[in-house]
């Protein structure tokens, strides 16, 4: 496949490029073997390919978004009872819907094959979920991903106390096999593709958080990754009372335990991280630990607006770390699946923080405290990917052809895509008779219009691995 048109990426934080009229070809294998300027291109093995995917004007491709972290069975609840505090919320809603599901397959079916399609026209290329309790229900996780063709990190999660008595596991020994075993299924159903493409779906340990996992089962879990190599999730001081309910019942934080049982790894990645630091400002060196570690963290903002209401994730502060980061949706405990409402959300919460530097070891006066929405592109794709681990999130030879097709608007009919109907009349009314309309190139105020203003009517198109899986 070869396709032409305007690429957009965030190579790396803050910086946004703009490649107008270029070409990507494409392998059978779904892998970018050629990524150049159009009309520079001297590749004789391109110009032998007659059938380029030409791009209408005003329409760019952008690499997909990758969700850190949701719940898939909470999309059953999506958008309820956020009025609770985190621990009261899980009691009331997250358990027992999750417990629901474990009984009905048929119902879960229904509700994660619903999930895929919103993803899917959401733009989420890659997403990293929490399952349920039961090996067969995380099963019918995967079948439904893995039929919408985004890549998925299916976590079956682990827990042996502190739930409800009808939705736990029974011992940490059978919790740690039960891992053992989902985790095999899922390699020995989806390790061999066809035409050697790689598998998209892939287990994660899932010990949910360390108020429902006794130490004996994180142990276990721990070893249980080492051995296998296989990628971790968990939440870590996520809320006030969370952290509190750790130190009390105990005697440490959440991080000192996950790390005392292999839980901090180069493939792990943690929900939030909010309380991660008690101080304040909060100190580094929880964040210099995690970046030594390789850990990774999907930041969440909607629903740390809930949950953990009294402070604002030091983000810029884990970035000045060089801690691996994307966003997460933590659908249910934010509302939205969208990692565009993500975006914003991070970018709105850190402004809060504006006019406050992050201070350095060498200097107080570093950068703001506030990330512009430009970095929140990176987080959403390239960050995501590298927390992940996997080469998507940019355009360049040798990493898969995953994208999302937007389009702004189409100068040649005047016909917009419904979001940008102001941006459309802004550019049909005052620019048509300039030059620059018959073949307008993308400015970063275009784009940065896109994210402020732009929904899912914009997305023409998904692929993922070189397959066209939306559009
Ligand atoms: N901590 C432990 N479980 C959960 C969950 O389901 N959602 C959120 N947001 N936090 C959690
Ligand atoms: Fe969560």
Not at 10 to 24: M, N, T
Request: net charge negative; with cysteine.
């Amino acid at each position: 496949m070869l396709i032409r048109g305007t690429f957009v990426q965030c190579p790396k934080l803050g910086e946004l490029v703009i490649l107008s009229d270029w070409l990507a070809a494409v392998d059978d294998s779904g892998y970018i073997t050629h990524f150049e300027n159009a009309e520079s291109s001297t590749s004789l093995e391109l110009q032998r390919v007659r059938t380029a995917l030409i791009l209408p004007l005003g329409t760019f491709l952008l690499p997909p978004f990758n969700d850190l972290h949701l719940h898939a069975p909470q999309f059953l609840y999506q958008g309820t009872g956020l009025d609770l505090s985190l621990l009261e919320w899980l009691h009331q809603y997250a358990f027992k819907a999750e417990e629901k599901l474990d009984r009905d397959p048929v119902l879960a079916r229904t509700v994660y094959r619903r999930l895929g399609q919103r993803l899917v026209k959401a733009g989420t290329g890659a997403v990293c979920l929490f399952g349920t309790l039961k090996g067969d229900t995380n099963m019918i996780l995967a079948e439904e991903m893995q039929s919408t063709g985004i890549r998925a990190y299916v976590g079956k999660v682990s827990m042996d106390i502190s739930s409800r008595p009808s939705y736990i596991e029974a011992s940490s020994s059978t919790a740690v096999d039960a891992a053992r075993a989902f985790g095999e299924k899922i390699e020995q159903t989806y390790s061999v593709t066809s035409q050697s493409r790689p598998s998209l779906v892939h287990p994660v340990i899932t010990p949910r958080f360390v108020p429902t996992c006794s130490d004996e089962l994180l142990h276990g879990l721990g070893a249980l990754s080492a051995e296998k190599g296989w990628r971790i999730q968990s939440h870590m001081a996520e809320s006030s009372d969370q952290v509190e309910w750790v130190r009390k019942e105990r005697g440490e934080d959440d991080i000192h335990i996950f790390k005392k049982h292999n839980l901090l790894t180069s493939r792990t990645i943690q929900a939030h991280c909010t309380f991660i630091s008690s101080s304040s400002p909060p100190s580094s060196k929880p964040f210099v630990d995690l970046h030594a570690l390789g850990t990774a963290i999907a930041h969440c903002p909607l629903s740390n607006i809930y949950f953990s209401a009294s402070r604002a994730f030091p983000l810029r502060e884990a970035l000045e770390a060089q801690i691996k980061i994307g966003l997460g949706t933590d659908i249910a405990g934010g509302y939205s699946l969208d990692v565009m409402s993500a975006m914003r959300m991070a970018v709105a919460v850190s402004r809060i923080r504006e006019g406050e530097r992050v201070r350095t070891v060498s200097s107080d006066h570093g950068k703001s405290l506030a990330i512009d929405w430009k970095e929140s592109l990176f987080l959403a794709t390239l960050g995501g990917a590298q927390a992940l681990g996997i080469d998507s999130g940019i355009f360049t030879v040798g990493a898969p052809f995953d994208a999302q097709q937007i389009r702004l608007f189409d100068p040649r009919s005047g016909i917009g895509a419904g979001a940008l109907d102001f941006f459309e009349l802004e550019m049909v009314v005052t620019k048509c008779h300039e030059e620059s309309y018959k073949k307008p190139d993308l400015t970063e105020e275009m784009i940065e219009k896109w994210w402020c203003i732009g929904d899912e009517r914009n997305r023409e198109a998904v692929w993922v691995q070189g397959v066209k899986i939306f559009g």
